[in-house]
Structure formats: C-alpha cells, structure tokens
C-alpha cells in the first residue's frame, strides 16, 4: 500500500499563484510516476501532469507554461507550481502514484479555488 497526502491548496484571485505537494509514504518502488490530476465540479477527472523518477514530465496542454511539476526523489514527494491561475483551473487535485510494481494510488485530494 502507498499512502499520498496532498496539501496546498486554497482560495486565490484569478493570476494568482498557488503550490501543491504531495508526500508518499508506504511500499514505494522505483521507479515510478507521481503527478496530479483534477476534477471539477460535473465533469470527468483530467491530467494535469506527471513526473517519473527519471526527470520525464508529461504536461497537459491546458497547463503549459503556467504550471510547473517537480519532485524530489529522496523524499518521495512531487510538487506542482501553479501560476497565472484562472477560474477555470477551480478543481479538486488529486495526487497519483504508480509503479510497475504497484498502483496507481490516489491522494484525497485538495481543493483549489480560483476566483476573486
């Protein structure tokens, strides 16, 4: 079992900033892929992006250049820098891990509001 706590989420005005983390703990494998997804309110959870332990990303386009993951491997935590925010990025985030030995596990979730 992976356990996945998320924190970091709140309420910002639109062009706000906001950081996400996401710390895994339990039977962790290497290597791996950690990253968030998101769902709003009526519609289907979506990618937003991934980062495996080899440094590859995997970016949704609606977050190009704006959002930034990273991670830090030593303390199996994953990071999303969230920038120029918009109300339309209002969604739960949740956490994901997987492995080719284990997974995917999802986080809670965190609730990010975007609105002024």
């Known amino acids: 079992q992976v356990q996945l706590v998320e924190s970091g989420g709140g309420l910002v005005q639109p062009g706000g900033s906001l950081r996400l983390s996401c710390a895994a703990s339990?039977?962790?494998?290497?290597?791996?892929?950690m990253g968030w997804y998101r769902q709003a309110p009526g519609k289907e959870r979506e990618l937003v992006a991934t980062?495996?332990?080899?440094?590859?990303?995997n970016y949704a386009d609606f977050v190009k250049g704006r959002f930034t993951i990273s991670r830090d491997n030593a303390k199996n935590t994953v990071y999303l820098q969230m920038n120029s925010l918009k109300p339309e990025d209002t969604a739960e985030y949740y956490c994901?891990?997987?492995?080719?030995?284990?997974?995917?596990?999802w986080g809670k979730g965190t609730l990010v509001t975007v609105s002024s």
């Open positions: 994901i891990y997987r492995s080719r030995s284990n997974g995917p596990y």
């Open positions: 339990g039977s962790i494998f290497n290597p791996n892929v």
């Open positions: 980062l495996n332990t080899g440094g590859t990303t």
